[in-house]
């Protein structure tokens, strides 16, 4: 008997593509032999779903990894799949057939998703500049866009975040499922007038929000008008004129919400939800960056501490996989000067300007080749011996010498100050750093 | 036959150095170079001996920190045995500092560098002991405590003799003091009859190593500390990097050099090598001897056909490492330290001006490189610490790093030519690999193949130095290679 309901993953995130094809699915694979290279993009099974019946029509594996389709970019459309705690404490895949043993059909789930776009809400404060859509229930296997909508746009205005498909189960593919598509990664604006007038901005593809007097603030708006809830690192939005923190008002069709899903079985509603999210697209599958938000949820489902068992050189290694691969992305010179490096930025939280680094040290070549060297020397089995140089997360905001060149260097977190690993992470390192340093002389060949 | 240093020596030695240290202490009169040395002649020839001896040390104390971590200690202790080796491998960087220090005084004297030195095991007259690779034992660590003490000991006299009379039993002769070489170096540099302020070159500046280039955050108690966390009074490692344009910072650089090994600073007698040295040594004296102590072979070499092969544990003959992968991991090991020595030196030959924003020269690189080939050691180190060092004997004394110096260490005139040394190195570092890599067993492989890779792409960035390198002039003028 199902006991509950999950929606699996808990939280799936898409990636902004115009193509009408998703993407396939691949791994990132590292070769053992050539561990300092880029991962290798395999492609992996992947599923076909016809649009119109929304069933799974076949699998395939796709001959090569391709990113655009006709100049465009495809979509990364996740699936998010229903599973069941059945009476064993079991999680297992909700399919056609569990739904029978319960008396039940795949017609009896419900759903509803309910997402939106509140950055412009976020900085004006203002409920009318919230872009929200809403399906409503569901349960049939068409397509359901969701049409972003908001008060303050012009009459008839819409921001599409794309769609999503109950996918229909079939005899070869039983398990109950929803597939997220997001938007295509579009620009829109603002208008001064009913009609907007042509030419548009080149930026934009259509003009949806109503910047008439009375209306819309956000076209104008200013972070740094008196009593405004800005955010740190201030003024991240397109400016008209160029850094003159003038709004030149702008909206996104990336939005995140919530899916939710009821079964009534035998008398009792069983619920779950979930969560999707849509951002760009990524421009270098294979690297991975030092910090990501599967290792913020890691801690938070983990705690900040590894089990000693947990704790192994695999993992370190991974982690400074991720640093040079982070380091091939960044222009380490400019990111140790003025301007928009983070020796600029602390220099804008005032502190005397000085480069980070001996500028002789920020070459990035330089840098990455240094940092491939750590990973060289751990598969060897020797223990981490650069604990003591990772920035603490209290030690974000110390802009001395000694404080700016601790590692993750040169690099901005999301509050605007200095990029620090989550504390797993910098444990992970800590514990092993305090072990042996040599592997253990019983192991001896 | 008598090495260069000691017939150099032969006039100053027995009243300044070979009568002991108290005797040397005294002596306050000017300084008297030996014969066939100027006076600036004589401070190159003591500087470049002081990179031999702390080179050396800093040789000797790696090799001791690797042979800590056996796993016999009792498990309670094993982290203090892992803080000892930390401490120990502090020490090392500390001594590279050292060294890195003396020959930013040697570029400041415009002279030439010395990153050579002699095989282990060797001594001369100023060295503070005959210096011989062996692991870390009540015996060696007397003989370290000695060497990096001050003239008055402040602990118990019972204690001060037995560590004395051990020190001197185990290295065959009365330990000399570190600090007496650089007694006299500050005599002979605060001498202006015998160095004028213009044998100093402010401009060198630019070539000198930089704390900001090299100290990679070993300040203020910053690094080691992770390492050390069960044995909190240990203090972590202080990299002194300083650079010198006058006689007055030249001084500076002495004093604080000799200060880190003895501590005679009020409030800072727990941070010296001396007091470091002597809080290991009675923890070892509590724990045991040689517990928590790997069993590696003394003055461990490749070279099979030596003069002076004896017992794999007598620290005063060299062992050949006869089983094959370790020999062959101990070959890599030595093209490794080659290449250490080979970044480190060329760093030296390129300048870092500030002031000058427009000409990106390869020395970050080469100082990143250098830093890359001391994790290789370290690497390198704990496989062949894991293997024995004679095959017929696989339970016998495991092969520790060679540490052997290569045939030269000169850098050719021209940047092609150097940056053609470094791909030959790479290249014999490749044919070592290869063999490992067919002919050794799985442990290492992973370690192998990535170092192979790293290597690879160094020497694809070398090929572009060297055809850059055509583009330009070489220093005298010759047409490029």
Redesign the interface.
Same mark, same amino acid.
């Given at each position: 008997m199902i006991q509950e309901l999950r929606i699996l993953p808990p939280l799936a995130i898409a990636r902004f593509g115009a193509a009408p094809t998703p993407m396939d699915n691949y791994d990132a694979v590292v070769d053992?032999? *050539? &561990?300092?290279?880029y991962r290798d993009l395999v492609p992996a099974e992947t599923f076909e779903v016809d649009a119109q019946s929304g069933e799974i029509v076949g699998t395939f594996v796709p001959p090569r990894v391709t990113f655009t389709e006709d100049g465009n970019v495809r979509p990364v459309a996740p699936f998010l799949e229903v599973w069941a705690l059945t009476d064993g404490g079991e999680l297992e895949l909700l399919t056609t057939g569990l739904l029978e043993d319960e008396g039940a059909s795949s017609s009896d789930l419900q759903w509803r998703v309910q997402v939106a776009n509140l950055k412009v809400f976020r900085r004006t404060s203002i409920e009318a500049d919230k872009v929200s859509a809403d399906t409503g229930d569901f349960s049939g296997h068409g397509r359901r866009t969701l049409r972003g909508t908001c008060p303050n746009f012009l009459p008839g205005k819409t921001i599409p975040f794309g769609h999503v498909q109950y996918i229909k189960p079939t005899d070869d593919h039983p398990g109950i499922r929803l597939r997220f598509t997001p938007a295509g990664g579009f620009v829109y604006g603002a208008s001064r007038t009913l009609a907007p007038q042509a030419p548009l901005d080149r930026n934009v593809v259509d003009a949806v929000y109503d910047a008439r007097p009375g209306r819309g603030t956000w076209l104008g708006y200013s972070d740094e008008d008196p009593g405004r809830p800005t955010t740190v690192p201030g003024g991240i939005y397109a400016q008209d004129p160029p850094a003159s923190g003038i709004s030149s008002g702008y909206l996104d069709d990336g939005c995140d919400g919530v899916v939710r899903l009821t079964l009534t079985v035998g008398g009792r509603e069983l619920s779950a939800f979930g969560r999707v999210g849509a951002g760009p697209p990524t421009y270098a599958p294979d690297a991975v960056p030092i910090r990501t938000v599967a290792d913020e949820l890691e801690q938070a489902l983990f705690g900040p501490s590894n089990k000693p068992d947990e704790a192994t050189l695999e993992r370190v290694e991974e982690i400074v996989r991720r640093a040079f691969e982070t380091i091939r992305l960044m222009n380490t010179p400019a990111m140790n000067e003025q301007g928009n490096g983070m020796a600029g930025h602390d220099n804008g939280a005032r502190r005397r300007f000085e480069p980070i680094?001996? *500028?002789?040290?920020? /070459?990035e070549?330089?840098?990455e080749?240094?940092h =491939?060297?750590?990973?060289?020397?751990l598969?060897?089995? $020797?223990a981490p011996?650069f604990?003591?140089?990772l920035r603490d997360y209290d030690e974000i905001g110390d802009l001395s010498?000694?404080g700016r060149?601790?590692m993750p260097a040169l690099m901005r977190g999301a509050d605007g100050r200095h990029l620090t690993l989550t504390r797993r992470q910098i444990d992970l390192i *800590?514990t092993l750093? *305090?072990? &042996?340093?040599?592997? /253990? =002389?019983? /192991? $001896? &060949? | 036959m008598r090495s260069r240093i000691t017939r150099h020596l032969g006039s100053v030695l027995a009243e300044r150095v070979a009568v002991g240290p108290s005797a040397a202490e005294e002596t306050i009169e000017p300084a008297v170079p030996p014969l066939e040395l100027s006076g600036r002649d004589y401070a190159i020839f003591l500087l470049r001996l002081a990179a031999e001896v702390e080179h050396g040390l800093m040789v000797q104390y790696l090799f001791a920190a690797y042979s800590l971590g056996a796993p016999d200690a009792p498990e309670d202790r094993q982290a203090d045995v892992r803080a000892w080796q930390e401490t120990i491998l502090g020490i090392a960087k500390e001594e590279m500092g050292h060294l890195v220090t003396v020959e930013n005084l040697l570029t400041a004297l415009t002279a030439p560098l010395n990153f050579n030195r002699e095989e282990f095991p060797h001594t001369t007259p100023l060295y503070p002991f005959g210096f011989k690779l062996q692991p870390a034992s009540l015996d060696s660590l007397a003989t370290y405590i000695c060497a990096e003490s001050p003239e008055e000991w402040e602990v118990p006299e019972d204690e001060e003799q037995d560590i004395k009379n051990r020190a001197d039993v185990a290295a065959g002769a009365p330990v000399n003091r570190v600090g007496l070489l650089y007694a006299e170096l500050m005599r002979v540099l605060s001498d202006e009859t015998t160095i004028s302020p213009d044998d100093f070159n402010d401009a060198s500046r630019a070539f000198q190593a930089s704390w900001h280039e090299w100290g990679r955050g070993y300040r203020q108690g910053q690094r080691g500390r992770e390492a050390m966390s069960s044995l909190p009074d240990l203090p972590a490692p202080e990299l002194l990097i300083i650079e010198v344009g006058t006689r007055a910072q030249a001084l500076n650089a002495i004093a604080q050099v000799g200060e880190q090994g003895e501590g005679l600073e009020p409030g800072t007698e727990n941070e010296s090598h001396f007091q470091r040295f002597l809080a290991i040594y009675r923890g070892m004296n509590e724990l045991g001897d040689h517990v928590g102590v790997r069993r590696l072979a003394t003055n461990p070499t490749t070279d099979l056909e030596g003069p002076d092969i004896g017992e794999p544990e007598d620290p005063n003959t060299t062992t050949p490492i006869v089983h094959e992968e370790a020999k062959l991991w101990a070959h890599l090991f030595n093209v490794r330290y080659r290449k250490l020595l080979v970044n480190l030196s060329h760093a030296f030959e390129l300048s870092d001006d500030p002031s000058d924003r427009a000409t990106l020269t390869p020395r970050g690189a080469l100082i990143h490189r250098t830093f890359s080939e001391m994790y290789n050691l370290r690497a390198i180190a704990g496989l062949l610490v894991e293997r024995p060092v004679n095959s017929g004997d696989p339970d016998g004394p495991r092969a520790g790093p060679p540490f052997q110096i290569p045939h030269t260490l000169m850098l050719p005139q021209d940047e092609g030519g150097r940056w053609r040394m470094h791909r030959d190195i790479l290249d014999a570092a490749a044919i070592v690999i290869e063999r490992l890599t067919s002919e050794g067993s799985a442990d290492g492989q992973d370690y192998l193949a990535a170092l192979g890779q790293a290597d690879e792409t160094e020497r694809g960035q070398i090929e572009l130095l060297i055809a850059g390198s055509a583009l330009t002039p070489s220093p005298n003028g010759a047409p490029p290679a």
């Open positions: 053992p032999q *050539r &561990p300092l290279g680094m001996a *500028r002789s040290l920020v /070459d070549v330089a840098l080749n240094l =491939e060297s750590l990973l060289v020397a598969r060897s089995g $020797t011996w604990a003591d140089v010498d000694r060149r601790k *800590r750093a *305090r072990g &042996p340093i040599f592997a /253990d =002389e019983n /192991d $001896t &060949p | -």
